[in-house]
């Protein structure tokens, strides 16, 4: 894995070493360099979706930025075509409205897109392919309860039509959906408190290590959960966003080992920014966007260590990722 000092454009240089660095305005940090296939990162920002579509970790002119919804609405990231790429849509009160065109705009039913109605407005919004078909479907949480259009026509025709229902986890556990064992059906799981609980036998019931679920420490209260394909080996693989530092399980093992041990960790986005994971498409051809803002430093800073944000933010980057004290899911 390759060590990365990206400065941003424009910035001043000091000699650091056998190279010159920018030092003067942003500065991302990529420690272990990123997976030549898998998934890739991005985050979506008041209106606005921005994906590093090179997986770079980095933002670069390589990189996707799109507009599409309100500031308040939830992102949503599936396949809804099943053409291989991951495409973009919102959750607003109950309904979904998908790019299901993919061309990052919104174009109404007419023009080829989508908008239905699955859940309340209340209902956390989930997204996995329940049926291994390839296309990704929908799914809410409610409390503790899932309802999945696990017959992926987009509407709720219960557990009698197709659907399902499963009980899993405690009502305040942040929800996460991948395929933890390859077989290519998306499962659920939950995010507590710094633990990690996949319904590994994708079964839609917490059945233990022994019953054969799985159960580890990845991260610590605070944190937030993302999932994806990090290493392009089939299985879905985890990681944490911390402020706008990300911690990714990118040897699989369901540990942090650190860069040396095969992990990724770097700096992208804000720390208030919502992280969203997607196979992107490279970008079409035509003007170059703007680079994706990362902190609020000042230019007038002329060293990368002038500041205490700066020292607190590699106070970050290099502590060990805290396991706290296993649960039992309730």
Same mark, same amino acid.
């Given at each position: 894995f390759?060590?990365?000092?990206?400065?941003?454009?424009?910035?001043?240089?000091?000699s650091?070493?056998?190279?010159?660095?920018?030092?003067?305005?942003?500065?991302?940090? *990529?420690?272990?360099? %990123?997976s030549?296939?898998?998934?890739?990162?991005?985050?979506?920002?008041?209106?606005?979706f921005y994906?590093?579509?090179?997986?770079?970790?980095?933002?670069?002119?390589?990189?996707?930025?799109?507009?599409?919804g309100?500031?308040?609405?939830?992102?949503?990231?599936?396949?809804?075509n099943?053409?291989?790429f991951?495409?973009?849509?919102i959750?607003r009160?109950?309904?979904?409205?998908?790019?299901?065109?993919?061309?990052?705009?919104?174009?109404g039913?007419?023009?080829?897109?989508t908008?239905?109605?699955?859940?309340?407005?209340?209902?956390? %919004?989930?997204?996995?392919d329940?049926? =291994?078909?390839?296309?990704?479907?929908?799914?809410?949480?409610?409390?503790?309860?899932?309802?999945?259009?696990?017959?992926g026509n987009?509407?709720?025709?219960?557990? +009698?039509g197709?659907?399902?229902?499963?009980?899993?986890?405690?009502p305040t556990?942040?929800?996460v959906?991948g395929?933890?064992?390859?077989?290519?059906?998306d499962?659920?799981? /939950?995010?507590?408190? +710094?633990?990690?609980?996949?319904?590994?036998?994708?079964?839609?019931?917490?059945?233990?290590?022994?019953?054969?679920?799985s159960?580890?420490?990845? =991260?610590?209260?605070?944190d937030r959960? /993302? /999932? +994806?394909?990090w290493?392009?080996?089939? *299985?879905?693989?985890?990681?944490?966003?911390?402020?706008?530092?990300?911690?990714?399980?990118?040897?699989g093992?369901?540990?942090?080992?650190?860069?040396?041990?095969?992990?990724?960790?770097?700096?992208?986005g804000?720390?208030?920014?919502?992280?969203?994971?997607?196979r992107?498409?490279?970008?079409?051809p035509?003007?170059v %966007?703007?680079?994706?803002?990362l902190?609020?430093?000042?230019? +007038?800073?002329?060293s990368?260590?002038?500041?205490s944000?700066?020292?607190?933010?590699?106070?970050t980057?290099?502590?060990?990722l805290? *396991?706290?004290?296993?649960? /039992?899911?309730?």
């Amino acid at each position: 894995f390759d060590d990365l000092l990206i400065g941003a454009p424009g910035a001043n240089r000091i000699s650091l070493g056998e190279a010159d660095f920018p030092s003067a305005g942003a500065t991302y940090l *990529v420690f272990g360099g %990123p997976s030549p296939s898998g998934d890739m990162i991005g985050v979506h920002r008041g209106d606005t979706f921005y994906q590093d579509a090179n997986n770079s970790f980095s933002s670069n002119i390589g990189d996707a930025i799109f507009r599409f919804g309100n500031s308040s609405d939830v992102p949503l990231v599936g396949d809804w075509n099943n053409d291989g790429f991951d495409e973009i849509g919102i959750w607003r009160n109950g309904l979904w409205y998908l790019d299901l065109n993919g061309n990052n705009t919104w174009d109404g039913i007419g023009g080829g897109d989508t908008v239905f109605s699955f859940g309340n407005s209340t209902d956390t %919004p989930i997204v996995g392919d329940w049926n =291994g078909d390839g296309t990704d479907d929908v799914g809410v949480k409610r409390g503790k309860d899932y309802y999945l259009d696990a017959n992926g026509n987009r509407i709720w025709n219960g557990t +009698g039509g197709g659907d399902v229902i499963y009980h899993f986890g405690n009502p305040t556990d942040t929800p996460v959906v991948g395929d933890w064992d390859g077989n290519g059906h998306d499962k659920i799981g /939950v995010y507590r408190n +710094g633990t990690f609980y996949l319904d590994q036998n994708g079964n839609g019931v917490w059945n233990d290590i022994g019953g054969g679920d799985s159960r580890f420490g990845y =991260g610590m209260a605070g944190d937030r959960p /993302v /999932v +994806g394909d990090w290493n392009g080996d089939g *299985v879905d693989d985890v990681g944490i966003m911390r402020g706008n530092a990300w911690y990714l399980d990118q040897n699989g093992n369901r540990a942090w080992n650190g860069t040396i041990g095969g992990d990724a960790l770097f700096v992208y986005g804000n720390s208030t920014d919502t992280p969203i994971i997607g196979r992107w498409k490279a970008p079409a051809p035509g003007p170059v %966007p703007s680079s994706l803002p990362l902190s609020s430093r000042t230019s +007038g800073e002329s060293s990368a260590g002038s500041s205490s944000s700066d020292q607190q933010m590699l106070d970050t980057l290099f502590s060990q990722l805290a *396991v706290p004290v296993k649960k /039992v899911l309730g």
